[in-house]
């Protein structure tokens, strides 16, 4: 059974949109990740244009970074005033974003760098998380326990505008957060990701955050860049197709409420490492794509009158 | 049945009002209207023919039908290899290109036949010798002749490879020697406005009679209706996409609180 999709002008299969929401909500859950970063390539490859798979992705994570943020505020694990504070950046970034990519869009450019920046993104994340999770499979073989650090000291408590935040235990300067949410803003408007994935370590490392604070402060912030995202795409490159973000949205919460009872029953590393190599794949797929010479080196795309 | 009969008595009326040959047209319809589980749409076109009684019988009559959608305006984007990436580098703006072209004869037609009398826009093997002079071409900065061509049969190879162009032959059937039928095929990724059919009879090569009429393409359904909000409220439409991602991830968490607790 397949649903026209009005935005993306074609029709797609009803059961391949809800197991890719189903799936990518599950890793996400089972992880603490937006998965905006495999659901907009995974959009592409099935043939939704660029345009439309960016925008609707950050309509999607609206919705999945809701989800999760209600669980960790409940447990009191949201830092209210650094969420805020990382969204006045987020605000500018986000911004800026939408106007690049759609200067990227009247250039005729935009799938290339899309493609380029997922790439990027794609073998640091599938690298990282494949060194991180191997690792942690060898100190459990060796029986060994890693220590790690808590609390981190550095230039960021050393800037000019500090301020308290209560919640975390922090007295540092605003402009880090600030330029952080400036950065998450920009790569959430351009390539449809919360940027979890950054800002979690991002958090940790320049802000010193306490691990326990930085997944529910991070998603608390993603709800409200995407949600500016998503407005932005909508009236700027009218992008967002409801009815793609709609099938998304169910099979994902569904997917990820799954992937959190699984992350309590199942071992991370094992797992980690088959995201990583799926990641991996992933962006392999987008290297063969900008590499390999394509049989029709012409493309047309038609100019829509906006009226 | 009663079609056939109907004509039938036209194509007589028209014997007797003349003696030349003739042409009258009928159609089923006017208006198209593509929904979402439109999967492509068989326009009906018929008619009658009569060839000129006063020639011999063996003389060749053929019918062509030729469909012209409404225009638009295209980019044509080359790839190039920069250091071993592909990237779209040169690009053609091709303004009031039609966006369905449709051209259907009962035997093969020469393409000196289509050139003398200005129809057809598929089958030239030099693009520049087409009359492109409708189009507002804006060509950046290309100035060489054999990559304006490249760009032309571009614009023909990814429209045909989409079934916006098409050009057939043998696709007409013909009945009792006077009557033609043929089922033109409207996929759905067609634009919408008005359509214009023209019939030509050819008799010895040349255009005997024409005919012209138009239909009108337009969408319907709930998905039409999200584009056009889409367009015409986009802050209204992307605070509603909004609200439903809220609605669902706030509802999603509230029943699987429960669940869990359970």
């Known amino acids: ?307 | 049945m009663n079609l056939k009969i109907f004509l039938f008595i036209e194509l007589l009326i028209l014997f007797f009002i003349s003696s030349a040959s003739a042409l009258v047209i009928g159609s089923d319809e006017e208006e198209i209207y593509i929904d979402a589980n439109f999967s492509g749409k068989n326009l009906l076109v018929f008619g009658a023919f009569y060839s000129d009684p006063s020639q011999a019988r063996d003389n060749k009559s053929d019918i062509l039908i030729e469909v012209v959608g409404p225009t638009e305006d295209v980019v044509i984007r080359k790839k190039e290899s920069f250091f071993g990436f592909w990237l779209n580098s040169k690009s053609v703006g091709f303004n009031d290109v039609p966006g369905f072209y449709y051209l259907s004869s009962t035997s093969e037609i020469t393409t000196e036949f289509l050139d003398e009398n200005n129809i057809g826009l598929l089958n030239k093997k030099d693009a520049q010798l087409i009359d492109w002079s409708a189009l507002n071409i804006d060509w950046g900065n290309i100035k060489n002749e054999k990559e304006k061509d490249s760009f032309y049969a571009a614009l023909i190879r990814t429209k045909e490879s989409k079934d916006l162009y098409r050009q057939v032959n043998g696709e007409i059937d013909i009945i009792d020697g006077n009557l033609f039928r043929s089922y033109i095929e409207i996929p759905n990724t067609v634009p919408v406005g008005q359509y214009r059919v023209n019939l030509y009879l050819i008799i010895d090569n040349k255009i005997s009679n024409e005919y012209s009429y138009n239909f009108i393409v337009t969408r319907v359904g709930i998905e039409e209706a999200i584009y056009s909000f889409s367009k015409n409220y986009p802050l209204v439409y992307g605070l509603i996409s909004l609200v439903i991602a809220i609605l669902i991830g706030w509802s999603g968490a509230e029943v699987f609180k429960r669940f869990r607790k359970v």
């Open chain 1, 1 to 307: 059974m397949s649903i026209y999709l009005p935005i993306a002008e074609l029709s797609v299969n009803i059961f391949l949109l809800l197991s890719l929401g189903g799936v990518v909500g599950f890793l996400s859950g089972m992880f603490g990740l937006g998965g905006g970063f495999l659901m907009t390539p995974i959009l592409i490859f099935i043939g939704i244009p660029t345009n439309v798979a960016v925008a609707t992705s950050a309509n999607q994570i609206v919705a999945s970074s809701i989800s999760g943020t209600i669980g960790y505020w409940r447990q009191g694990l949201v830092d209210f005033k650094m969420g805020g504070v990382l969204l006045i950046g987020s605000f500018f970034g986000s911004i800026l974003g939408v106007w690049i990519f759609s200067r990227l869009v009247v250039l005729g450019q935009i799938d290339t760098v899309i493609s380029i920046l997922y790439f990027a993104l794609l073998t640091s994340i599938g690298l990282i998380m494949l060194a991180e999770s191997s690792q942690v499979i060898r100190d459990r073989i060796r029986r060994k326990t890693v220590k790690r650090k808590i609390h981190y000291h550095n230039w960021a408590h050393k800037l000019p505008f500090k301020m308290k935040f209560y919640k975390s235990k922090l007295y540092i300067s605003a402009i880090p957060p600030i330029i952080i949410g400036f950065v998450i803003g920009i790569l959430s408007a351009t390539m449809g990701i919360g940027g979890t994935f950054i800002l979690i370590p991002a958090m940790i490392y320049f802000l010193g955050m306490p691990t326990s604070k930085v997944i529910g402060t991070s998603l608390f912030q993603i709800i409200f860049v995407t949600a500016l995202v998503t407005l932005l795409h909508a009236t700027t490159t009218f992008a967002v197709d409801a009815v793609l973000a709609f099938f998304l949205i169910i099979a994902s919460v569904i997917g990820a409420q799954l992937g959190v009872l699984a992350a309590n029953k199942l071992r991370g590393e094992e797992i980690r490492a088959l995201l990583a190599i799926i990641v991996l794949g992933v962006a392999t797929k987008i290297a063969l794509d900008l590499l390999v010479e394509p049989n029709e080196i012409f493309n047309i795309s038609v100019i829509r009158a906006l009226f």
